[in-house]
């Protein structure tokens, strides 16, 4: 991170620390990252321009370090403009009550204050230069704003003061330069005394000579290692190598690496081993006991088989590392034997016994049980199957059970695994792969980037239960407002977009929504088609901001274009999109794009006016028949390419159109006196703009 530098000023580099109790290691890169710029932001705004900035986070503090800062701020030359010199002075050129006024607000006599000419005449002015703060001065405040300013959602008080903060505060750290920064923050006084590790360097304080070797200081002194990425990644290379050993390489992902990274301030890792019986459990069991509960890594070899040892980080380096070694296996062999009896337990029942339970487990209080909602999804993943042409049959089964895992013991226990647990009761109970397939793949995606289902059952179900979900909260007026959205239903839509489009599934949306509203319990027939509509709109913004984000070729102008058209299908509408993406960088699409805009005015005012079809017999200008001619031709060549959705290749063959276009506009008055032939014009246009419309409304697109 950086920001602009002024080149006059004695500067030094700043160093803030906060000392605090464990913080949330899930919410700890973010509050460094979210300090860090918050910090630099306001010391912009005050007018401390400085040089790089540096984020520090370790379980125990939150710390910034911002090079260059200046000693104060620059001074500011204030222009303060009085009355008219016509109204300050009276014909015998004494100050009247206006210009003594005006003076004795800026604190000077009339004599002092200057005279500028402005186009609309002379005026009376005060100039003065504010002398800038001393940094030191600022630094309190701007520091507390910051941290006032992190995304906490709740945050705590303790002992008897008034203060509060994501954790309690301990000690504070601000120095500029070798100087302690006068302050006092959360009840503290801020000094240059940091604290180190809790055992290596016993909660002694270690002094800070200065802001450049802050983390070298910690380090060395206090066992600690302030520098969160350079943490993560020895983490990552020593469990790495740690796995090598044991046979294979970790099990991890960057949410995990961040959260050890985030638990550690001096990280060594340790390998441990479990009883190989229990390798005979799924393999998502062990994965999720393993990283979920305990936060270590699973090694797995080449071939994708997980073997029966784990690398845990230890927090201290050990003198005694057979016995750390220990302790984690024995916390991690009661998880696994709780797993292991979850996993026996639950198969004793099949799913399917288990969906007269749903009955009796509420969904929503106004939407019904989860034997309400699991009815829903099959009848319509029934409907979906038949209109994307795949057989129902496992689709539907798989709805039937798909959330009849919540009730076992495992999914209790590792909620994280609803679904994923399914799969594997579905196959135990002897039901067809197809079935315990779409229930293990059910959630999918469930983030940003995540796989999406793989089969054709799983595909459908995923569609139907998120389908489902969109139109029961829609009907009982629950939709998700500003930040809020309880039921997830923007991620929801996100999935539902990345399976059709993603999958190539020719899915009607607007008649989904609609099938998918009718069997709600809670529904109005006169209120359904505006439903549908907001349901479609809302699941289109989702898409809108998925292209804003990953596509950035594709414009909100372009989006706009596409969306004039209400394509049903979200595969349709991608690739319209991207056609209109590919025409937008023609050489022709400015001058097509503003052609499409006249046009649409002129129709827009005809109200009306337009004859139903052109009459070749009324065309009299030569520029009008050339341009009849060329629609004609184009108009038979795109029609079969219309057919076949090669609407790159229909906006190519439209863009050919530009010069008949510009030339008709250039010599032809399309408003002619007389009403037949103005009104076999407005047709030409009219249909001249219906062939674009075919494809998207590109009169939307910039025109620079």
């Excluded at 306001?42 to 379980?59: E, R, W």
């Excluded at 020895?234 to 961040?258: C, F, N, Q, Y």
């Excluded at 106004?366 to 699991?374: N, P």
């Excluded at 022709?588 to 052109?614: C, F, M, T, V, Y």
Aim: proline share 6%; glycine share 8%.
């Amino acid at each position: 991170m950086s920001g602009a530098t002024p080149g006059s000023g004695e500067r030094r580099d700043l160093l803030v620390e906060i000392g605090t109790e464990e913080l949330p290691p899930t919410a700890l890169r973010g509050l460094m990252d979210a300090f860090a710029t918050g910090l630099a932001g306001a010391l912009d705004d005050a007018g401390l321009g400085h040089g790089d900035v540096h984020p520090y986070a370790s379980p125990r503090r939150l710390a910034v370090r911002v090079e260059s800062v200046p000693l104060r701020q620059p001074d500011e030359k204030l222009e303060l403009r009085g009355p008219p010199v016509s109204v300050a002075f009276d014909d015998d050129a004494n100050p009247t009550r206006a210009a003594q006024a005006f003076a004795g607000k800026c604190g000077v006599a009339v004599a002092d204050l200057e005279r500028v000419s402005t186009a609309k005449g002379e005026w009376l002015v005060h100039r003065t230069v504010r002398r800038g703060r001393p940094a030191t001065e600022l630094l309190p405040e701007l520091v507390h704003g910051a941290l006032d300013s992190l995304p906490v959602p709740r945050r705590m008080r303790w002992g008897e003061g008034e203060a509060e903060f994501v954790r309690p505060v301990h000690w504070i750290v601000m120095l500029l330069g070798d100087e302690v920064v006068p302050g006092r923050l959360y009840g503290l006084d801020a000094g240059r005394h940091s604290r180190g590790h809790r055992v290596h360097a016993a909660e002694r304080e270690i002094g800070i000579p200065a802001p450049a070797v802050y983390a070298q200081t910690l380090r060395e002194a206090g066992r600690v290692l302030v520098d969160f990425d350079e943490r993560r990644d020895l983490i990552s290379r020593e469990v790495t190598a740690a796995a090598a050993k044991a046979g294979g390489h970790p099990v991890s992902d960057a949410a995990l690496m961040d959260e050890v990274a985030a638990l550690n301030e001096w990280p060594v890792a340790v390998t441990g081993s479990f009883d190989a019986a229990f390798l005979a459990l799924p393999r998502e069991v062990l994965v999720s006991t393993l990283q979920k509960h305990q936060r270590y890594f699973p090694v797995e070899r080449e071939d994708g088989a997980l073997v029966a040892g784990f690398i845990a980080v230890a927090n201290l380096e050990s003198r005694e590392p057979d016995k750390v070694r220990e302790g984690n296996e024995r916390v991690v062999r009661p998880r696994l034997a709780d797993a292991a009896f979850f996993w026996e337990a639950d198969r004793r029942v099949p799913l399917a016994a288990r969906r007269e339970e749903m009955q009796h487990v509420v969904y929503q209080r106004e939407l019904g049980t989860l034997l309400a909602k699991s009815q829903r999804v099959a009848a319509l993943a029934g409907h979906l199957a038949r209109a994307l042409d795949i057989a129902p049959g496992p689709a539907v089964r798989a709805a039937e059970l798909a959330r009849a895992d919540l009730l076992t013991d495992m999914v209790g226990e590792f909620p994280d695994l609803q679904g994923i647990m399914g799969g594997h009761y579905a196959r135990a109970d002897g039901e067809p792969e197809a079935v315990a397939a779409a229930i293990a793949e059910q959630y999918l995606p469930r983030h940003a980037g995540d796989s999406l289902p793989a089969t054709d059952a799983g595909r459908v179900l995923a569609l139907a239960d998120r389908l489902d979900t969109l139109a029961g909260i829609f009907a009982i007026g629950r939709r998700p407002s500003g930040n809020r959205d309880p039921f997830g239903l923007r991620r929801g839509a996100l999935g539902l977009l990345r399976i059709v489009i993603e999958g190539g599934l020719e899915l009607d949306l607007k008649t989904a929504i609609a099938e998918a509203l009718a069997l709600q319990p809670v529904r109005d027939e006169e209120a359904a088609p505006q439903l549908t509509g907001e349901i479609y709109d809302f699941v289109m913004e989702r898409l809108r901001a998925w292209y804003a984000e990953h596509e950035p070729a594709v414009s909100p102008e372009m989006f706009q274009a596409v969306l004039a058209r209400e394509p049903r299908s979200p595969l349709d509408f991608d690739a319209r999109l991207r056609a209109v993406a590919a025409f937008a960088r023609h050489t022709s699409a400015e001058s097509l794009s503003a052609a499409n805009k006249r046009i649409a005015n002129i129709l827009r005012q005809a109200r009306g006016d337009a004859g139903a079809a052109p009459d070749a017999g009324l065309l009299r200008e030569g520029e009008e028949k050339t341009l009849f001619a060329a629609l004609g031709e184009a108009r038979g060549e795109v029609e079969p390419l219309l057919a076949r959705r090669e609407y790159t290749e229909v906006l190519d063959r439209l863009a050919l159109l530009r010069e008949p276009v510009d030339e008709f506009f250039d010599h032809v008055l399309v408003m002619d006196e007389d009403t037949a032939v103005r009104r076999n014009r407005l047709a030409v246009l009219a249909e001249l703009r219906g062939l674009f419309l075919e494809v998207a409304d590109i009169s939307r697109l910039s025109t620079g």
